[in-house]
Structure formats: C-alpha cells, structure tokens
C-alpha cells in the first residue's frame, strides 16, 4: 500500500518555479548525459547582451530552445543548450560612460585602462540581470558551460581568427565609407542605426554651368554636403542633359569647377532629373564615385563639424547651423530656386540618437566576397536548411550582394584589435604585443618602439565565432569533436545577415564545417492588434510582468519613465489604466510559455492577447485539479501494477489510443518545428479528451456498485497510467507544474526516476492505435453533445434527467444500447424509447449520424415564460447593438478614433449579432413548439 500523496487544492505557479529550478540546477540535470553510445544534440543560444534584460522576443525564442532540449533530453540524447552573454561593445561603453557623467567625469579622465576596468567591476556586479531572468524563464541551459565573449579563452579565439584572416589577405585597413555617429565617435553597423520617417525639406539649387551659357538645378535634403560635391549626374538617355554630358558646372560657395557625368543610378522622373554626387558623404554617391574615379571630399569632423576642406565661412561650424548658413548665402545670390516640404528617412543611432552620417574614414575590413562562395553553397546543396525555406531567398539576395565588412570600432570596450604600427607607419599584425615587438625588431634590425592600433573590433566579429569558439575551439576539445556542428539555431529574421550569415562564413573557414545544420527563423511578438511593441507606443510587456503580475501604478510607472515628451507619457499612463486597470495578474511561466509555443506558427508574426495566457493559466489550473482528482481515486488503491493483462473498458481502450496517436503527433510536430501544433495536439488531448470526457466517463465504472473488481483496477490503471505518459509529452513546453505533479503521479503509475526531465520521452506504437474504437467513441461524444446542446439552447435544467425518443436503423439502435451505460449519466438521461411513428407535438430534435432524437418539453420548461424571457433578451441586445452600429456609422469617429479601438468595436459588433443570431434561433424554435402543442 503506497503512502498517501499530499497535492494541495490550488496551483501556486510562483511556489512550485522557484522551487524546482533550484533542484534541477543544483542536481546538474543541465548537463549534458550519457556517453558516445548517445547521439548528441546541440544548440547554440543566440547571446543576449550583457546589458540586457529579457523581452517578449526572447521569451519567445528562449521557450522554443528549451522546449527542444528538454524534448531531445528526454530522447535520451546527450543534450547540451550553451548559454552565454555578449560583451555588447557600444551599449556596455555608454551604461558606464552614463555612470561617470553623474560622478561629473569621463572616460578620458580615467584613462584606457582604468575605464576598462570599470567595466569589467559594472559586468561582475550588475551584468547578470538577463542570466536571472533567464532561469525564471525556466531555461535549462548547462550554466556551468556559460561563456561571455571577453572571455579569456573566447578572445584568444578571436585574435586567433583576425591574424589568420589578415595573413590570407582576408582583412585589410582601407578608407572607406561607413555609418558614422558623431555622439558616440565610431562607426556603427546598419543594425545599429535606426532609420524613422520625418519631415523635412527637399531644397532646390542651381548650379551655374562653368561657360555662363546656364544653370541646372539639383535636390538635395542635406544642402550642407554641397560643399563636397565633385559631380552633377544625369541618366544618360535622359534628351534634356545628354548634350551636357562632359561639361562642368560651377560649385556655389566652393567656387570649384565639377564634371557632368552620366550615370544609369539616376532617375530622370525624380526633381529636376539633376543629382549632385558628395562621394565621402553619401553610399548611392560614393559607388557612382567609384564608377566614375571622383574625388572623395570629406567636408566633416569626428563630430560632425565641417572641417577645413570647406571656405573659411563654414570652417567649425555644426552641419545643422551650416545648413542654415549654406542655405542664406544660396538665396542672397539667387540660386535658392525653391524649397518644398518633404517626408524622408532620418538614420539615427540606437544608442545615442544622433543622426548618422555616412563617413569617409580608415577602418579595418573583412573581404566577404571571397567567404560568402561556400556559404551560398551550403545552403544550394542543403547542408544547411532554413526554416521555412522562403528565408532562403532574403540569404541569397544578401549573400550575392554581400560588401566588405567593417569590423573597427572606435569605442574602448571590446577585442582590441591585434595590430601595431612601427616607426614608418607599416602595420604589424600578431597575436601579442611581445610576438609583434618581436617581429618589429626582426624587421627593423633594431628594437623599436610600437603604436597599437586603438580601435576594437565590431561585436559581431566574436558573435560570429560563438558556435565553435564557445566549444574550445582552436584547441580540438572533446566538446567540439562531439556538439559541432550544431543541430538548429533559433533566431529573428532581423539578424541572418548581421549573425548567421557571418556565423556561416565564419564556422566554414575555420573548422570546415556548417555551425548548424537548420535555422528556425522565428516571427515578431506585436501587440493583440498586430502593432510592433515600441516604448513610444505604449504597448509593450514585460515577460516577467506576466510571469510574476505588477500592480497598476507600478506598470503605468514603468511604461512612462525616462520619456521627454510630457504630452506622449500622459497619453500612454490613460491608454494602460484603460487597458489595465487592476494591472497585469501574475499567470506564471507555465501559461506564458505555453502561450508562446500556441502561437509558434511557421513564417507569421505573432499577435499577443492577454486573452491567451489568461486561457492557459486556466489550463494549469484544469490540470492540477484533475491529478488530484487522479489521485485521490488512485493513490493507495490497487491499480494493477503488478497484474498483467486486465479487461480494459471502451473509454480505457479509446483514450490510450488517443495518447499513442498524441505522442506520434508530438513528436512529429517537434521533429518539424511546429510548436503550435504540438501545443494545439496537447491541450486537446488534456482538456478535452482527459478531462472533460475521460474522467467523467470513468466515474461509473470507479464507482459503479455492480462493476467488476478488475475493471476498477484496469481504469484506475489507466487513468493513472495516461496522465503521467501525458506530463511527460506536455514537459518541454510546461516544465514546472509537470515536474511538481509528475513526482506525486509517477510512483503511484508505476514509473520511477528522480526528474520528469531525466524520464524518457513516451514512443508511440503503432500496434496501439485502435481506430474502430475512437470511432465508436466520437460517435458516443457526438450523441451526448446533440442532446447538451439542445439542454443549452432550450436552457434546461443540467441536473435534470431527461426520457428521449430515438429512431434509427438496426445497428445504430444496437450502437446506442450498447454504450447505455455511458450514455446515461452523461447526457443526464433517465432512458430512450423507440419512437415508431410520428414524435409528439411539443419535442426538441437532433440528429446523430443515423440516429434521430427527440426530446419532449411538455412538462419540462413552461413555453410561455421561456418565450417571454427570450423577447426581453433580445430587446436588450438589439438596444447594446444598435449603440455599437450608430458608433461604427459616426465618420468622425472613425476618423479620429484609433485603429485598435475601432477593431474593439468592430469586434463588439460582431460578438453582439453572434449572440442575437443564436437568441433569434432559440426563440424560434420555442414558438415553433407552441404551435406544435
């Protein structure tokens, strides 16, 4: 007899989370197990900043890694999630630049060296906040693998790559044009700047031509960059220029002489069909440059300051107030020819907000042309697999277009770059100061002294070593001979040029080997109304929020701070106290997680309801209660564990066939990266079949006086049986109440082991599947239904037993007296009769595949009153829509109102005529019966 199993009466989600974490973490359960014996399993998690802390699109990203490795940990596969964070050159830099700026310093007051070791006490003391939250998540990375890209051994991999690729002629310092911000004083990658529509001005200038026989007119937005022009270009087949092609015109106000060329880049339809060329301070600008061998003027500073390539009058002054100037000197000689108000794109750096400037500078860069061959190959030969495969062509369309890549950063924190500089400028490349001295003094005949280069490398560098360097790559470790290549990387669309693409180029060339062999490319988690999630709309939540609940002046608090814009806070803390106004209730990391994989839809952007996670919250709680009902009936009973085969009933053998058919489909759904129907596969299976039909199903024979002692045991067998083989399918996506309840179910099903994510993963057997029977089922399901569904439309009573009418072939009536047992109490039927001629006036009909049914009212509910109180339902609902109809037909609500708040009440309208369509119904059918009787 086992010892009675204490399961309290409610789930507490923050209780149970907590609690296991620490147990799994602490057994070492994240590690990798069992030997070569074992195929191995590997993904690489995408690394999240140092400074970071977790949002919806890691939450989602995070639950669909975990959800893999614990479903091929439990495979049995030597598993290994590696986890770590990036040193997040720029953000890292400005988090502590922002923290000296209060002390009233900078950086340059403590010096290279000191500044990086600030960073390093920030990292060591604050750095971890995402690592935290990672672990509420439930992550079940192998922390004792946990790496971060400075270090020691991760940057060794890094100089280790810079020199191999620098002795291959691979990287090389050149000038060429980048995004520049002049906050921050570096170059930054195009992920790094953030291009928003603004308005503007579209300012049209003449420039004279160099012979006085005319002028042409040119458009620009930014008329400063004027003063570096070295060109004026026309499409060539444009009738109105072709005769200038080869001219000059004057430059105004630099008063230089610049070629007319032709180029096919221009569009003739655009302003005047006349485009200036600023080579140094435009990319389209600067390729026609190169086609053309113009000149590169730089007219900018560091700053972005003109500099002393411009006449003295603009020498010094910030581009915006030499805008203002360049503009008043055009008109004061007449070649402002207009000015006309225009939207165009600003680029502005995501850190410091700067508007960015393409730069012409010297930087260190990597020759992608060359990489990029055999990665375009091993996708064309499907080495490695996108998922879904239409990400493919957005690869290819970067891969063969791919340009030189920028890695120099001009920042302090980061891999410094492994190059110094001797006495005559030549540049030194090794992978330490004393191998470089060494050399230096080899090559001088002398010993000299060295400058080291005072850039760093861009982060994406070391990002881009992360599969194999994480792994101990250049030394042939153990790790990397057994989890490289990898299975699957897990990412955003947003990142396959930035990182995977380079991931590739860079795992190929040096370990000969794709870094991964699938890339599920995931959606963007918007808001219910489909909208991006963005501070400044207000719409953003915070995955820890709906794990843990806040209150609402907490949340309006946190969706408000550090705003500028007085007006835009005051709007976003009214839109959340509309939408919120108890705040956000805590659903736990089970419903959020669930919640995500239900929405894991191959190549869709996701919309997030609250509606969702406050469904699957639900579900915890239905699951909780029915183990307990489970074990309340099972535990210290005979559930046969040590009896062979026992006399299984109809619902016993209907739904282990479902859960043989559930694991086939779980598995297969994981196998294709198709979480939401996994998801779907299990809710169903749980909520509808286990709990809503099984469990009331087996109550008769559990509790049947009459009911043969074996059978009790086979369905106490069962239910036990099927609900621990269910927590283990339901573990990857729900780790923490299958963890909590599978300890207190398994022992009593007969299942041992210390952890539900050490038990194997339930194997569907085909020989399982018994088809005849889950018809035979549906059929039952279907009848109980027809008859609900008439109890609900007619609003009957639930507790009252009914005595229906049936006709019917032969072996449909044969059906139904079979399964009476189970028919009766759950459609609350006091029995059936044959009907042999007409039904009686006063009756309720349905229909069952063969079988019709009639349901006498006489008796039953009072026609009059039903009807009287149908007719007042309806008389008010006509009134709610006709409220909502006249909203909709106001135009100038629906100009002025939100699209989301018209979507609620298009949505409301909609919702409405459902229900007056099913009242109408209902009401019919009452009056229908009247007549009738």
């Known amino acids: 007899m086992q010892e009675r199993v204490v399961l309290s009466k409610s789930y507490d989600p923050a209780g149970v989370e907590s609690r296991w974490y620490q147990v799994w973490e602490k057994a070492g359960y994240f590690a990798p197990r069992g030997g070569e014996e074992h195929p191995a399993y590997c993904i690489m998690i995408p690394p999240p900043n140092v400074t970071g802390s977790l949002h919806m699109g890691h939450a989602f990203q995070d639950t669909i890694m975990d959800a893999l490795t614990r479903y091929h940990r439990m495979q049995g596969e030597r598993t290994l999630w590696q986890t770590g964070t990036d040193h997040a050159g720029i953000a890292t830099q ?166 007319i060329i032709a180029d096919v880049y221009v569009d003739p339809a655009f302003g005047s069909g006349c485009v200036k060329i600023t080579p140094a301070h435009d990319f389209n600008d600067y390729a026609i440059g190169q086609r053309h061998g113009l000149a590169m003027i730089n007219i900018l500073t560091v700053d972005a300051r003109l500099n002393d390539a411009v006449p003295a009058a603009y020498r010094g002054l910030d581009r915006f107030v030499a805008r203002e100037r360049v503009l008043a000197d055009l008109e004061a000689q007449g070649l402002l020819e207009k000015t006309e108000p225009h939207r165009l794109m600003v680029p502005r750096g995501d850190r410091s907000r700067a508007v960015v400037e393409p730069y012409l500078t010297d930087q260190w860069f990597v020759r992608a042309g060359v990489l990029a061959e055999e990665a375009i190959r091993v996708v064309e030969d499907g080495r490695i697999r996108f998922v879904p495969s239409s990400w493919d062509k957005t690869y290819f369309e970067w891969m063969r277009n791919i340009q030189d890549w920028c890695i120099s950063r001009q920042i302090w924190w980061g891999h410094r770059i492994p190059a110094w500089y001797g006495p005559d400028g030549r540049v030194i490349v090794c992978r330490s100061e004393a191998e470089a001295l060494e050399w230096a003094a080899e090559e001088y005949g002398r010993p000299v002294a060295l400058i080291r280069d005072p850039d760093v490398l861009d982060t994406w560098f070391s990002s881009a070593l992360w599969p194999f360097s994480t792994l101990g790559w250049p030394a042939h470790t153990p790790e990397l001979r057994t989890f490289h290549p990898t299975n699957v990387l897990v990412t955003g669309f947003d990142i396959i040029f930035f990182w995977v693409a380079r991931m590739i180029m860079m795992g190929l060339k040096f370990t000969g080997e794709v870094p991964f062999r699938e890339v599920y490319i995931t959606g963007l988690i918007r808001d219910a109304e489909g909208q991006k999630m963005s501070k400044s709309k207000g719409n953003i939540l915070d995955p820890l929020d709906l794990i843990d609940g806040i209150g609402l002046d907490d949340l309006v608090e946190k969706r408000t701070r550090d705003m500028m814009q007085p007006q835009l806070a005051q709007r976003i803390a009214a839109a959340t106290r509309r939408e919120f106004p108890q705040g956000i209730p805590a659903f736990g990391t089970d419903a959020l997680r669930f919640t995500m994989a239900s929405l894991a839809t191959q190549g869709r952007d996701i919309k997030f309801d609250l509606g969702r996670i406050e469904g699957y919250r639900n579900f915890c709680n239905k699951l909780w209660n029915a183990s307990r009902f489970v074990l309340m009936n099972t535990e210290g009973a005979d559930c046969g564990l040590e009896r062979g085969e026992l006399p299984l009933s109809v619902p016993d053998r209907w739904i282990r066939s479902a859960l043989n058919r559930l694991a086939e489909d779980m598995a297969r759904a994981f196998d294709q990266y198709r979480f939401n129907d996994a998801a779907n596969a299990i809710y169903q299976f749980l909520w509808g079949h286990y709990c809503d039909w099984y469990l009331e199903l087996v109550k008769p024979i559990l509790y049947g006086e009459i009911v043969p002692e074996a059978e009790k045991v086979a369905a106490r067998r069962t239910l036990v049986q099927v609900l621990e083989t269910a927590l283990r399918l339901l573990h990857p996506l729900m780790p923490f109440i299958t963890e909590e309840l599978w300890q207190k179910v398994a022992p009593v099903a007969g299942r041992g082991g210390d952890s539900i994510m050490l038990a194997p993963w339930p194997d569907a057997d085909p020989a399982l599947n018994d088809p005849g029977i889950e018809a035979e089922m549906a059929w039952v399901m279907s009848f109980i239904n027809g008859v609900r569904n008439i109890r609900g439309a007619m609003d009957l009573p639930p507790a009252r037993e009914l005595e229906i009418l049936v006709t019917g072939a032969p072996e449909v009536l044969e059906r139904l007296e079979r399964f009476r047992t189970l028919i009766l109490p759950l459609a609350k039927l006091s029995g059936w009769s044959i009907l042999t001629g007409e039904a009686p006036a006063g009756c309720a009909a349905g229909v069952v595949e063969g079988l019709c049914f009639h349901i006498p009212l006489a008796g039953v509910i009072d026609l009059a009153a039903e009807t009287d109180r149908l007719h007042k339902a309806l008389a008010k609902l006509d009134g709610d829509l006709a409220q909502v109809q006249k909203k909709l037909g106001n135009e100038t609500f629906l100009a002025k109102a939100k699209p989301e708040v018209v979507a609620k009440d298009r949505e409301k309208q909609r919702s409405l005529a459902e229900k007056r369509q099913g009242l109408a119904e209902a009401l019919a059918r009452i009056e229908a019966l009247g007549r009738k009787s």
Not at 139 to 161: G, I, K, N, P
Request: hydrophobic share 35%; glycine share 8%.
């Open 94 to 259: 400005m988090v502590v630049e922002r923290q000296l700026e209060q002390e009233g310093k900078t950086r340059h007051d403590l010096g290279r060296e000191a500044f990086v070791e600030r960073i390093w006490q920030w990292r060591n003391t604050s750095g971890g906040t995402i690592v935290r939250q990672l672990r509420r998540l439930g992550a079940s990375c192998d922390w004792s693998r946990e790496r971060f890209t400075m270090d020691e051994h991760l940057s060794h991999a890094v100089t280790e790559v810079f020199v191999r690729l620098y002795q291959e002629g691979l990287i090389y310092r050149g000038q060429r044009l980048v995004n520049w911000d002049p906050v921050l004083h570096t170059a930054v990658s195009d992920l790094e700047v953030v291009a928003e529509e603004e308005a503007g001005s579209l300012w049209h200038m003449r420039y004279p031509l160099a012979d006085g026989s005319g002028h042409l007119v040119v458009a620009t937005t930014r008329p400063e960059t004027m003063l570096g022009d070295t060109a004026v270009a026309v499409h060539p087949e444009d009738e109105r220029y072709r005769h200038l092609v080869g001219r000059r015109v004057r430059l105004p106000l630099a008063e230089r002489d610049i070629p």
